[in-house]
């Protein structure tokens, strides 16, 4: 009996827990990894996607730019030359467009019965699934505005400082984390994937057209002002454009002059982390439902 006392005491109970959550993070962060993997590899067969997520957003600064080059932009803006105006809103157009197709790769698998075959799999989290794609869309998106954010320094933006750069990567991550989660909120939600891109459709332009993306907030009608203070890639876009001329001051510093008022930067932030949590609850919901039919 004293032998057997002794072999259970050494098995201290609260360390058997902390072996399994260890062991399950691990096997996460492999399922995750194989799943982006296999992601990077379908991008790299079918460069499609990725190349028109570059020319796309390219053709608009270009074609923008030289159609209201004579645009008297200075008046309304702290920009002299509207190809600088512009270039804050193609680099969120491109980060926002990438970030809404997030949901088709995952739509097509619950078409081709590959999402159903994960599932009864033995992986140890199936929010894998989920991760994976964020993570897949986070670098492909960095890429693509990398891209347009070195094509705008050959048009003659400078590139911003260490420190605004750092803003601009962050401020781009909240948005991308936050339309990634509506994208595969809506492949989870919708029956197939001709009803998924005519839901993109419907909310890539018009969100884009009702921002300050294109034009100062005073350019616009009374009742399209209203619209655009109310849009939340006005808020991003402006952050942007904010550090492409300004050093930061969070506090203080004014992001965007809206209908109501001024928006300061530390406002900004919260709005884009509130939204964040909302669309990461709502997406946890949805999810749960579905793997638990």
């Given at each position: ?14 360390l ?10 691990i096997?996460?962060l ?10 990077i ?14 020319l ?8 923008f730019?030289a ?5 008297p ?6 920009n ?5 105006f ?5 680099i ?5 467009t990438c970030?809404?197709?997030?949901g088709?790769p ?12 994960l ?12 991760y ?10 960095i ?7 070195l094509t ?8 911003p ?12 991550l ?12 809506l ?7 001709i009803e998924?891109i ?5 909310i890539?332009?018009p969100?884009?057209f009702?921002?300050?993306?294109l034009a ?13 203070s ?10 942007i ?13 004014i992001?965007?002059?809206t ?30 439902n579905?793997?638990d039919?």
């Amino acid at each position: 009996m004293h032998h057997n006392s002794n072999n259970t005491s050494t098995l201290n109970p609260n360390l058997y827990p902390r072996i399994i959550t260890h062991k399950s993070i691990i096997l996460s962060l492999t399922e995750i990894c194989a799943l982006n993997r296999r992601l990077i590899l379908q991008g790299w067969r079918r460069p499609s996607t990725f190349v028109t997520g570059i020319l796309q957003p390219l053709l608009w600064l270009i074609l923008f730019s030289a159609l209201f080059q004579n645009a008297p932009i200075d008046l309304l803006s702290s920009n002299n030359r509207y190809n600088n105006f512009i270039s804050a809103g193609i680099i969120v157009f491109t980060a926002f467009t990438c970030s809404l197709n997030a949901g088709l790769p995952l739509m097509f698998d619950r078409e081709f019965g590959f999402l159903n075959r994960l599932l009864s799999s033995p992986l140890s989290s199936r929010y894998s699934i989920i991760y994976s794609s964020s993570s897949y869309i986070t670098i492909t998106s960095i890429v693509q505005v990398a891209s347009i954010i070195l094509t705008t320094n050959f048009m003659g933006n400078c590139i911003p400082n260490l420190k605004n750069g750092v803003v601009i990567a962050w401020t781009l991550l909240l948005l991308i984390h936050s339309v990634t989660n509506i994208s595969l909120l809506l492949a989870f939600i919708l029956p197939g994937h001709i009803e998924l891109i005519a839901c993109l459709v419907m909310i890539n332009l018009p969100l884009l057209f009702s921002s300050t993306a294109l034009a100062p907030l005073l350019f616009m009608p009374s009742w399209l002002q209203v619209i655009a203070s109310l849009n939340p890639l006005s808020y991003t876009i402006e952050v942007i454009r904010y550090a492409y001329l300004h050093e930061f001051c969070y506090n203080s510093s004014i992001a965007m002059q809206t209908v109501w008022g001024s928006i300061r930067i530390i406002d900004t932030y919260t709005l884009m982390i509130i939204l964040n949590i909302v669309c990461l609850i709502v997406v946890k919901k949805v999810i749960d439902n579905r793997f638990d039919e």
